[in-house]
């Protein structure tokens, strides 16, 4: 190769070339951020419609198909999802990935905008937003005190806390969690308002009226000014109790006459408690291309420095900090990385007994994995879970051509061949070989950055990582390498006992192999006999394999859920969740834990959920796993009579823990013929004991009171429908008529009836509402009352009337097995009318296999036409791609034997395992093809060539397996992920290596046969 010799003959331009790279390279580390997976801005786009006091039905109508029609004509929409609920429409609409999602969402709200005309005047004006991949927060604070009130609590953290935290670099906002915000509470007595003849609408206006505050202007003189201030707005509870309603008699009818007004919370329909202690939780969230660890490192240090600022009494705590386990994990990583370095490196000494010569491939492995960080640089990239998965498994493979440019100049060494004259023969003979193995592997990845799923673009990272060291490593042994061996090596006349040993050793191994590898020649059809055998059994193997998305990590984090039946009290909820946690409490392994009650951001929320975080001791200081606590928790839960409980086990690669791994779509016509098909579907699969937890979004159950208006009744007495609707809203739901100031805040004044009048359906009857002559006239008169159920929420999928059947999975049951029963039991069971259709992980783990599968077979296309172009012959290359069954089989049967399962993470070692062991034919194939060309016959040929060749071959899997062993058997944070991979490379190798020894000549002989000798001039 023209590049080896020009750097064996000029040393120093070679050492700048290396020192170089390992300069542009730790700057370019230095500048990366640190994140648990890859950026995936996915096109995600949220259409959130209020209007208060809506039906689910009203809700479905009036705003949600409306709002449907008018989005369904944009381009490049994936799914088009919406959830009808009571008082809420939420639209979620997530477009393909090659849509711009700035450019998507302006197209949303252009379409909403179009379609606000079509929506009730009443209703809130649609509120469009981009949901991104890191919206979540990574880190939560709880306040809590035995001396003040959750509403003084939220009063401090507003003021004195979240903007020091807001301030923080690379933290994109703040949320509160169980926030009281101050309110000007009105509560109205509804016996007090009929006894003064006056109604809601009476004391909304004298507020309106009397509560405002409007400028003044200016008195001027010829040389002094004055700004007027008019103080008309009201500042205290006082201050509203003195409001004239009205006067009667001569005497004036105050606010504090027909109700109250106080300071309180202007929601309580949520509850957060840390550790049993009634909180306030603040929630960090990031952003987009900011670095986790340093994010939550300064988030707590910023904590750390309030403590000693907080008032008497008050506390400061980290509630549930996800970034523990990114750190975690990636330190996992890292001290994996430094085991396969260290055996590698005693592989490679092991077989050159020689440190000058050991020192030559070492130099390679940091300097291929330090240049691979430009690449990750330039092409925006992160330090994050595959891109060190990528780097680790790196290390096995970047000194593979750094050996083989090695072992060869090291044998013409040993031979009496001076070292300067060694290293340009050596380099000669072999740098085909070595560009051969680099772009082959180098093609296996190239397929991975096509892939257009979420989990392809996940895994894009991880393939360009490789491609990048492996393409860094092939130039060091081409320049590097071949200099450092013209300087560094030296032959020896003598060597040392355990040298001899050694030698010894592998000389036999070498005979025995040329032996046997004659006698296999000799009975070739049989060996290909073998070889068909091996890939049947591959084939066999591989599908009877489980399969699943991905391997439950242990995150050190247990989630607990608790559904409450519909029409339960925030009261009823709070009840049982203080029974979860009282079990959270008998767990040694806890750390800490967090309950949410009615959780989510964005009111109104169902109060009939709950949510808990526990936060389990480091990995080291527990001897449970997180999934077996989830397992001891589970019948506890589940033996709670009145609500559905069950712990999560947070899934990987981002997807949502609130998301089941079973999302089953039937879509119908009619919500009722939906729901005669779900409980017929349900009662086939409930008794699957490998579902758990089973569930549908489809529930016709919600308590109800229906109010239906007598309209000639009204007519007669001269009521306004409007009038009635109005004073139901305001005594029932609560309405915001003005604002107040304290201490510079603007706060809501909400008039509501008092708690004590709205207890019994019965109670509506003493409202009473105002006619056009001034008379009262009681409700009960122009009212029906009726108690029904209706839906909790109308959910549609593709704009399709749809329910969504969830399950999640016992123990050793997979994913890919449950889908196949759904399926199987929905044939069985419902009828054609039907669509059935996957969502969430489900849909995710389809398509990204689906997807996977045609990246495996294109890789073998791939390395094919490389390797096509590289020998300029078409049979030859599959004599070489003989080897990749070979691999295949050993790689299952690795996974069948420790458990594992066909998941993206096996799959991408798969792929990887395509190139891993095509190196092997490449060496023996590429060598025997020179051989031939110096007149060898072809048996000849092969046998010297894979002979010659056995020991690089030996040396390269060594590496590569004990590279990927400590992956196999990692432990800690996040090791689930990675046994699979190492499992896969180490199985692969150990029996394709001992296999294709013998397979690639036989296969040679046959396939690629005899080539002319080439006469030189």
Not at 77 to 101: A, C, G, N, W, Y
Not at 178 to 193: F, H, K, S, T, V
Request: proline residues 4%.
């Amino acid at each position: 190769m023209i590049i080896s010799t020009i750097s064996i003959r000029r040393p120093v331009l070679a050492t700048v070339m290396s020192l170089l790279l390992a300069l542009v390279g730790v700057i370019a580390f230095q500048r990366l951020s640190i994140r648990e997976y890859p950026k995936i801005d996915s096109p995600v786009v949220s259409v959130r419609t209020v209007y208060t006091g809506a039906s689910a039905e009203i809700i479905e109508s009036q705003i949600t198909r409306p709002l449907e029609e008018s989005l369904a004509g944009i381009e490049g929409i994936r799914t088009l999802k919406s959830v009808s609920r009571e008082q809420v429409s939420q639209i979620t609409i997530e477009f393909i990935l090659s849509r711009d999602p700035d450019a998507a969402a302006n197209d949303v709200r252009d379409r909403v905008s179009r379609a606000r005309g079509l929506l009730p005047e009443e209703a809130d004006d649609p509120v469009v937003a981009k949901i991104e991949a890191d919206a979540n927060a990574i880190l939560w604070f709880a306040f809590s005190s035995d001396r003040h009130s959750a509403l003084e609590i939220t009063d401090y953290a507003r003021r004195q806390v979240i903007d020091r935290l807001q301030t923080l670099p690379g933290v994109a906002r703040v949320i509160i969690g169980g926030e009281r915000r101050y309110a000007m509470r009105i509560w109205l007595d509804r016996e007090r308002l009929a006894a003064y003849s006056l109604t809601p609408q009476d004391v909304e206006n004298a507020l309106r009226q009397q509560n405002l505050e409007v400028p003044s202007g200016r008195i001027e003189s010829q040389q002094r000014e004055f700004t007027v201030l008019a103080v008309t707005d009201l500042r205290n509870s006082e201050e509203f109790n003195n409001v004239i309603i009205k006067q009667a008699n001569g005497y004036p009818v105050r606010l504090k006459d027909i109700g109250r007004a106080e300071i309180g919370a202007e929601d309580e329909r949520n509850l957060v408690r840390f550790m049993g202690k009634a909180a306030v939780g603040l929630g960090i969230v990031k952003q987009a291309t900011a670095n986790t660890l340093e994010v939550a490192t300064a988030a707590r240090q910023q904590a750390e420095n309030m403590k000693n600022l907080l008032p008497a009494g008050m506390t400061l705590h980290v509630a549930f900090d996800s970034s523990i386990f990114v750190e975690k994990s990636i330190e996992a990583v890292y001290h994996t990385m430094g085991e396969a370095l260290l055996l590698v490196t005693l592989v490679i000494f092991l077989f050159l007994r020689n440190l000058r010569a050991t020192l030559i491939p070492f130099i390679t492995i940091p300097l291929s994995l330090t240049g691979a960080f430009i690449f990750l640089w330039a092409f925006g990239f992160s330090i994050n879970i595959l891109t060190l998965l990528g780097l680790v498994l790196a290390i096995g493979l970047v000194v593979d051509d750094a050996i083989v440019m090695l072992e060869n100049i090291h044998r013409h060494v040993e031979e009496g061949i001076p070292p300067f004259k060694a290293a340009l023969m050596g380099s000669e003979e072999i740098g085909f070989a070595v560009l051969a193995m680099t772009t082959t592997l180098a093609a296996v990845f190239i397929p991975l950055t096509f892939s257009t799923g979420n989990i392809g673009r996940l895994f894009t990272e991880f393939a360009l990582t490789v491609v990048a060291a492996v393409l860094v490593s092939g130039f060091v042994a081409l320049t590097l390498t071949p200099m450092m061996c013209s300087k560094m090596l030296r032959h020896q006349t003598r060597h040392n006992w355990l040298y001899r040993l050694i030698e010894s050793i592998l000389n036999g191994i070498n005979w025995l192999y040329k032996t046997l590898l004659r006698w296999s020649l000799k009975v070739r059809w049989l060996i290909l006999l073998i070889f068909l055998g091996v890939t049947v059994a591959a084939g066999h193997y591989t599908l009877q394999l489980k399969e699943e998305l991905s391997p439950l990590e242990d995150r050190g984090i247990v989630i607990g859920m608790v559904l409450a039946p519909e029409g339960a009290t925030l009261a009823y909820t709070d009840n049982y969740a203080k029974q979860i946690e009282s079990f959270y409490r008998q767990i040694p392994e806890v750390r800490t834990y967090f309950m949410i009650v009615a959780p989510g951001l964005d009111r109104p929320n169902p109060v009939n959920t709950s949510l808990s975080f526990i936060s389990l001791k480091p990995w080291e200081d527990r001897q449970r796993s997180q999934q077996d606590i989830a397992k001891e928790l589970f019948p506890k839960f589940m033996g709670l009579a009145g609500v559905l409980a069950f712990p999560i086990n947070p899934p990987s690669l981002g997807q949502s823990f609130r998301s089941l791994p079973v999302q089953f779509v039937i879509q119908a016509d009619s919500y009722l013929h939906l729901d005669k098909l779900v409980n017929a579907l349900m009662a086939k699969v409930r008794d699957n004991p490998g579902l758990q937890k089973l569930d549908s979004d489809l529930k016709l159950n919600k308590p109800q009171l229906v109010v239906t208006v007598d309209r000639d009744k009204l007519a007669d007495v001269g009521v306004r429908v409007e009038d009635v609707g109005r004073t139901l809203e305001t005594l029932l739901g609560g309405r915001q008529v003005t604002r107040f100031k304290q201490e510079g805040e603007q706060y809501d004044v909400i008039v509501k009836l008092a708690d004590k009048d709205r207890t019994r359906p019965n109670d509506l009857n003493a409202i009473f509402v105002r006619n056009q002559d001034g008379k009262l006239i009681q409700l009960s008169n122009l009212v029906k009352l009726e108690e029904t159920v209706a839906p909790k929420e109308l959910n549609h999928f593709n704009r399709m009337r749809a329910a969504i059947i969830s399950a999640d999975l016992a123990p050793g049951y997979s994913l890919g097995e449950a889908l196949h029963f759904m399926e199987q039991s929905a044939r069985e069971t419902l009828d054609n009318s039907v669509q059935l259709t996957l969502d969430g992980q489900s849909r995710e783990f389809r398509e990204s296999g689906a997807e996977l599968w045609f990246t495996f077979g294109l890789a073998l296309v791939f390395i094919y036409l490389v390797l096509a172009a590289q020998f300029e012959s078409f049979t030859g290359p599959f004599a070489i791609m003989f080897t990749v069954p070979l691999a295949i089989l050993g790689a299952v049967l690795a996974l069948d034997y420790t458990g594992s399962t066909l998941n993206v993470y096996s799959k991408i070692g798969l792929v990887m395992l395509v190139g891993l062991i095509t190196k092997h034919g490449i060496l023996i194939v590429e060598f025997a093809n020179q051989l031939q060309e110096k007149g060898y016959t072809v048996r000849d040929a092969v046998v010297e060539a894979a002979g010659l060749r056995l020991r690089p071959i030996l040396m390269t899997t060594a590496a590569m397996v004990l590279g990927a062993t400590p992956l196999a058997l990692a432990t800690g944070a996040g090791a689930q992920s990675r046994q699979p991979i190492g499992w896969v490379i180490v199985g692969g190798l150990l029996l394709g290596t001992f296999l294709t020894l013998f397979v690639i000549p036989s296969a040679y002989t046959l396939i690629v046969g005899k080539r002319k000798p080439v006469v030189k001039d």
